[in-house]
């Protein structure tokens, strides 16, 4: 066709673009309106939670406990103060209360300032400002929640190998312990419930007769390697620590990769896996975006990704973020909320399927306490009804992620959408598809 003539056809494609064009200007303008609107609503009442709520309103918890709601969102919004207030009080370093002085020297002598992993930014306000570094941060534009300055990969990499008796790996094989039978039928719960996101999956139904190839990172001394195996999935382990990668090896004779996910990508055969998961990681790792990219580089598309780590923006963390469970350095580099996580998976080509909290790995006895304190229940009794609400309102410390790898054409639109449209998955701002799940 001549680019310059005008059929009747061309015409009418041409006001159908113009009509499109003005409704997409009409979008874009009505959500700058909506933004400002939610800005000034976040900013005068617990808007956070009761929004959460809100949303969740045909929720029979919510019905059953709509006073300690209301408590509960002042409380949760009083943490922010206290934030403030322990930037004044404390002084000690904040650090690994167990790590060998030798690894501890190392690693403070690596220390070096980080830009925001997730948007690049470089505007982080500080959030708890110990003395002397690291600090725990917050970026200015997305709202990520991290270590500053942090410490380089070798010096990071010698503190996880390190055998000496207060460094990471013995500390690993005490946490994780024997893997008992009560245990193990726990891990295989977990993995049966990922399996069923393969078979949800209509665009690439799961052939049945093909083995479910599965791969954790992080797998330290192989108890969910082993549970899948047991399951007849092909496994293979990522792991940073030598001696329990080693150890795997060894005593499980299961493939595993000492190294990072990143190394891992140059070796394991691309876009072979169904299911990956990161059971507490991503939080231990200096570049989640470069992570989830090596993951994502892994899974076949349509496959899956489970992700698990400590919520910075939980209930506990808010309400004293110094002495939280999980405030660890240098352990812990990274706290996610549900937005950030979300939008670093949107970041890194995957799509959310369901989002959720729980007690998970957190103490829940220490837990029920603090909410009995903060909101002044008679019983404990009431604060763990409490603290199921706070699940459904994706407030507990453990925060837990499904999410699918799209397919190229769809990864495409996800970067645009998240690159272009930085307001939509914003701290806060409720973008996210938090699903509550009961079990
Ligand atoms: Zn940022």
């Known amino acids: 066709m001549n680019a310059t003539s005008h059929t009747p056809e061309d015409t009418a494609l041409r006001a159908e673009i113009k009509d499109l064009q003005q409704r997409l200007a009409d979008v874009i303008a009505q959500n700058q309106r909506l933004q400002a609107e939610l800005e000034a609503i976040r900013n005068s009442v617990g808007w956070r939670v009761l929004e959460k709520a809100y949303r969740l309103r045909r929720s029979r918890l919510i019905n059953v406990i709509t006073a300690p709601m209301l408590r509960l969102a002042k409380a949760y919004l009083r943490g922010d103060e206290k934030r403030v207030a322990s930037q004044r009080t404390r002084e000690s370093a904040l650090r690994s209360p167990t790590a060998s002085e030798a690894s501890w020297e190392k690693l403070?002598?690596?220390?070096?300032?980080?830009?925001?992993?997730l948007c690049g930014a470089d505007q982080a306000a500080i959030v708890l400002s110990p003395s002397p570094p690291p600090h725990v941060v917050r970026c200015g534009m997305c709202g990520l929640i991290y270590f500053n300055p942090q410490p380089t990969p070798?010096?990071?990499?010698?503190?996880?190998?390190?055998?000496?008796?207060e460094d990471y790996t013995p500390r690993l094989r005490e946490w994780q312990g024997e893997l008992s039978a009560q245990k193990a039928q726990k891990l295989t719960e977990e993995l049966n419930f990922l399996e069923q996101w393969l078979r949800r999956d209509d665009a690439r139904p799961h052939n049945a007769n093909q083995r479910v190839r599965f791969l954790e990172v992080g797998c330290a001394f192989g108890h969910q390697l082993f549970c899948a195996q047991q399951k007849g999935w092909e496994v293979v382990g990522v792991e940073l620590s030598a001696p329990a990668a080693n150890w795997v090896r060894q005593e499980?004779?299961?493939e595993v990769h000492n190294g990072?996910?990143?190394s891992a990508a140059r070796v394991l055969p691309p876009e072979s896996f169904d299911i990956v998961l990161m059971s507490h990681v991503l939080e231990h790792v200096l570049h989640p975006t470069a992570v989830l990219q090596a993951a994502a580089s892994l899974i076949k598309p349509g496959g899956v990704i489970a992700i698990y780590v400590p919520n910075g923006d939980s209930f506990p963390a808010r309400h004293d973020f110094d002495h939280w469970e999980w405030t660890s350095f240098p352990e812990h580099l990274y706290y996610f909320s549900p937005s950030t996580l979300?939008?670093?998976?949107?970041?890194?080509?995957f799509e959310v399927e369901q989002m959720w909290t729980c007690i998970g790995h957190s103490n829940s006895e220490q837990l029920y306490k603090l909410i009995q304190n903060c909101l002044s229940l008679r019983s404990l009794e009431e604060a763990a009804q409490v603290a199921e609400t706070l699940g459904s309102l994706c407030l507990l410390s453990d925060l837990r992620v499904v999410a699918r790898k799209l397919n190229r054409h769809d990864t495409k639109c996800a970067k645009s959408l998240s690159e272009n449209s930085p307001l939509l998955i914003k701290e806060g701002l409720g973008e996210v598809n938090i699903t509550p799940r009961t079990s």
């Open 108 to 117: 403070k002598a690596s220390l070096h300032p980080v830009p925001c992993d």
């Open 154 to 165: 070798e010096a990071l990499r010698e503190f996880y190998s390190s055998e000496s008796p």
């Open 252 to 254: 499980l004779g299961l």
């Open 260 to 262: 990072t996910i990143e």
């Open 342 to 349: 979300a939008r670093l998976l949107t970041k890194c080509g």
